[in-house]
């Protein structure tokens, strides 16, 4: 199984910010959609950064001006991505040799999805409970 086999059963809307927005901003938005992470776009929506809810943490423990800070200078800006077409394994090896739970997912150079680890645990999960009946059903008419 691949990316876009998560991507089709959750879908692709990614809730992006521009680099110039203050963090202030940004911790509104991960609040109200609920979410751990923002994918920072620049011009024709390109990845510039990720900014995640431990990127946050640096931040405000850095100062008291941290909330006015533009995204640029509290962002992630080495952005590891995937492709639709990556295996799940591959990205479950990425997640935890990289240590971070959200994933972008980039096609022809434009943002196509984003992937988090509960997305993956949850496809995982279900793909083997899918495996584990399969296995039943087969014993039972054997």
Do not use: W
Request: charged share 25%; aromatic share 2%.
């Amino acid at each position: 199984m691949n990316v876009n086999s998560i991507l089709s059963s959750k879908g692709a809307l990614v809730v992006t910010i521009e680099p110039t927005a203050t963090l202030s901003a940004a911790i509104g938005y991960l609040a109200e959609k609920r979410i751990g992470a923002l994918v920072v776009t620049g011009a024709e929506g390109r990845v510039v950064g990720i900014l995640s809810e431990r990127d946050v943490v640096r931040a405000v423990a850095a100062g008291d001006r941290a909330m006015q800070m533009p995204l640029s200078e509290v962002m992630t800006r080495k952005v590891v991505t995937c492709r639709a077409n990556d295996s799940i394994t591959t990205i479950m090896e990425q997640m935890t040799a990289g240590k971070f739970r959200h994933l972008p997912v980039v096609e022809d150079g434009k943002l196509a999805g984003i992937v988090s680890i509960g997305d993956v645990v949850k496809y995982r999960l279900s793909e083997l409970e899918h495996e584990q009946n399969a296995l039943r059903d087969y014993i039972q008419t054997a």
